[in-house]
């Protein structure tokens, strides 16, 4: 059953509890939907009016903040065999390079890679417990995680909510026929971004082993 429709039968306080428990134990480290289930119980929000999106937007919210910061506490504490023992449980996730590309974005951009890390799938999963593992200052990671939690959880609620009360006008008026051609746009979009993300790790894993591989100047002698 799709999300959504399964959704539409769960009492809202059910609802509200099960969109910031999810987004917190991703956020917390552990590989879960939090983004689709976010973003289904916020469409879901635009249709029915017993579910809230303010309501639905603070639990989104308080679950990823929360997460992130049990997470940051947990990678604090465990260190380095904390990772190791992540990419032996989830390594589709914790691999070698996965987690090496996430500590390159936290030390280039430090506490802005907690706050946009929340925007990205899998830095959404890394950021509690990597920055806890590197030891960021935690007033900074304080910081960059209220408001990346609010910004993305908060942001995104309220952004498919007004989309969800528009389309069901347009959709009124133009039929199914427009959501195949929306719905082909989207896909299109999420293909083209995702393989472009994935051109741009590649490239950043390469250059280390290009510049090892370049020769050295020889020093000449006087």
């Given at each position: ?21 999810v987004i ?20 879901l929000s ?118 969800g009360v ?57």
């Amino acid at each position: 059953m799709h999300v959504q429709e399964w959704l539409e039968h769960v009492p809202a306080v059910s609802i509200y509890a099960l969109v910031g428990i999810v987004i917190g134990l991703e956020s917390l480290g552990i590989p879960l939907p939090g983004e689709i289930v976010l973003v289904s119980a916020a469409l879901l929000s635009s249709q029915h009016g017993d579910l809230n999106p303010v309501i639905l937007g603070a639990c989104a919210t308080a679950g990823a903040i929360i997460g992130d910061s049990i997470g940051y506490a947990i990678g604090r504490k465990g260190g380095r065999p904390l990772l190791a023992w992540l990419e032996r449980k989830f390594p589709k996730h914790f691999s070698a390079a996965n987690v090496g590309s996430a500590e390159r974005s936290f030390q280039k951009w430090g506490m802005w890679a907690v706050f946009f890390g929340r925007f990205v799938a899998l830095l959404r999963i890394f950021a509690g417990p990597l920055a806890g593992v590197l030891r960021m200052p935690y007033w900074k990671f304080a910081v960059a995680n209220v408001l990346g939690g609010i910004v993305w959880a908060g942001g995104t609620t309220a952004v498919i909510y007004y989309i969800g009360v528009v389309a069901e006008d347009w959709l009124k008026r133009f039929s199914y026929f427009g959501l195949a051609i929306a719905v082909l746009i989207g896909v299109g979009s999420m293909l083209f971004v995702k393989r472009r993300a994935k051109k741009a790790a590649a490239e950043a894993e390469a250059a280390p082993a290009t510049a090892a591989a370049e020769p050295q100047p020889v020093p000449v002698a006087d």
